[in-house]
Nanobody, 124 residues
Framework: VQLQASGGGVVQAGGSLRLSCAAS????????MAWFRQAPGKEREFVAS????????EYADSVKGRFTISRDNAKDTMYLQMSNLEPEDTAVYYC??????????????????WGQGTLVTVSS
């Protein structure tokens, strides 16, 4: 499956942004999907993941209550709604997918397919 992330940009602290991840070349509903992010000088870290139906989600503690992951299987697209953004959320956001998984998971190594990333910059 090929993944294309979009929706990044510059936003002030406290603002909102919605990221999208469009999938192609696979059966989207077969994939557990996830968002990861990588800040400058830091390792890539888990943000959120979602199972095929959307009934099971996982979030990093740092984004719980502020970010919401969702998917539209009819549009082969996953979303990340980000609210109350903080400067610490500044990073390149990557979407990931794997069809071997059943439940939403937060392990970077569990995902075989990755998108190219979209940059989110939160100014203070």
């Amino acid at each position: 499956v090929q993944l294309q992330a979009s929706g990044g940009g510059v936003v002030q602290a406290g603002g909102s942004l919605r990221l999208s991840c469009a999938a192609s070349g696979g059966t989207f509903r077969h994939y557990v999907m996830a968002w990861f992010r990588q800040a400058p000088g830091k390792e890539r870290e888990f943000v959120a993941s979602i199972n095929w139906s959307g009934s099971n989600t996982e979030y990093a503690d740092s984004v719980k209550g502020r970010f919401t992951i969702s998917r539209d299987n009819a549009k082969d697209t996953m979303y990340l709604q980000m609210s109350n953004l903080e400067p610490e959320d500044t990073a390149v956001y990557y979407c990931a997918a794997d069809d071997r998984l059943i439940s939403a998971v937060g392990r970077l190594s569990a995902f075989a397919s990755w998108g190219q990333g979209t940059l989110v910059t939160v100014s203070s």
